[in-house]
């Protein structure tokens, strides 16, 4: 097996900039939208929670809540580009996905793909905007719910669009999460991204926790993989405890934490 791309860091990633990432304009409001089409563009979606939440920072006091919507299918381009910028140097993403020309592009894709699968499947698709520019989103937070097949559907969509080259590596990472994946019911955080320019506003809390709020009140419990340690004290913070790291592939694979959260299980306090 090859060598990951961590041990040889690739150049960044070029972030194509959506020509209409300010167009969905919206003030806070109490009805935030309407449940998206049942149409769906992509019947697939990722396998995991893979997702970079924010660097450390310093701590941004916010006088006035941040409003939290459903997406809708306007948000497609605006929301990938923030999940892409988000994953731009996460680890499992690094070792699984292609290393070329066509990177960037492709990986923005997927995520559309995913967004619609969440957005226009399930209503299942959460933004937050900007609390100091209301019109700009500023985060997104892509959820299934229980029993959907997504990890099983996801690994199509990782072929298409990760690169044949990479093909047995893929393979195998799809098996070891699907057999690590819970068979009792519960809520999957596919992906949760904040915008670099909006890290330090604790707003990476308050959007996961809104689908938090859902599950409580349904008694459902909820359940993520995290691929980057960063993340794990901000998961933890929200009541999700560690269960096993997920082999991945061989000495060069990254880590993959999967975590549950049970019903009630805290961090619906607005601190973080």
């Not at 150049?11 to 009805?31: E, K, R």
């Not at 957005?119 to 937070?141: D, E, F, K, R």
């Not at 995290?226 to 790291?245: A, D, M, R, V």
Request: aromatic fraction near 8%; charged fraction near 15%; glycine fraction near 6%.
């Amino acid at each position: 097996m090859e060598e990951s791309t961590l041990s040889s860091p690739s150049p960044p990633l070029p972030i194509p900039i959506p020509t209409n990432a300010n167009s969905h304009s919206i003030t806070q409001q109490n009805n935030p939208s309407a449940p998206a089409s049942s149409s769906s563009k992509s019947s697939a979606s990722s396998a995991s929670s893979l997702a970079l939440i924010s660097s450390p920072s310093p701590s941004i006091t916010l006088t006035n809540p941040p409003l939290v919507r459903h997406t809708t299918r306007a948000d497609a381009l605006t929301a990938s580009a923030i999940l892409l910028k988000a994953f731009a140097n996460d680890p499992v993403f690094h070792y699984l996905c292609r290393n070329d020309q066509h990177r960037a592009s492709v990986i923005l894709n997927l995520f559309e793909s995913c967004f619609y699968q969440s957005t226009l499947q399930h209503n299942l698709g959460y933004v937050i905007h900007h609390p100091h520019q209301p019109n700009n989103i500023a985060g997104v937070a892509l959820w299934y719910p229980p029993k959907t097949g997504a990890v099983v559907s996801s690994f199509i969509n990782w072929i298409r669009y990760a690169g044949l080259w990479k093909l047995l590596r893929i393979a195998y990472t799809g098996i070891q999460i699907e057999l690590a994946h819970p068979k009792e019911k519960c809520y999957y955080l596919f992906a949760v991204g904040i915008d670099p320019l909006a890290q330090g506003m604790k707003l990476a809390g308050t959007l996961i926790r809104e689908l938090l709020k859902k599950a409580d009140e349904e008694g459902i419990p909820c359940y993520l993989e995290n691929s980057n340690p960063k993340n794990t004290p901000i998961y933890e913070h929200l009541g999700f405890k560690p269960i096993k790291f997920i082999k991945i592939g061989g000495k060069s694979a990254p880590p993959l934490l999967s975590m549950w959260r049970e019903v009630g299980g805290g961090g619906n306090n607005s601190d973080r």
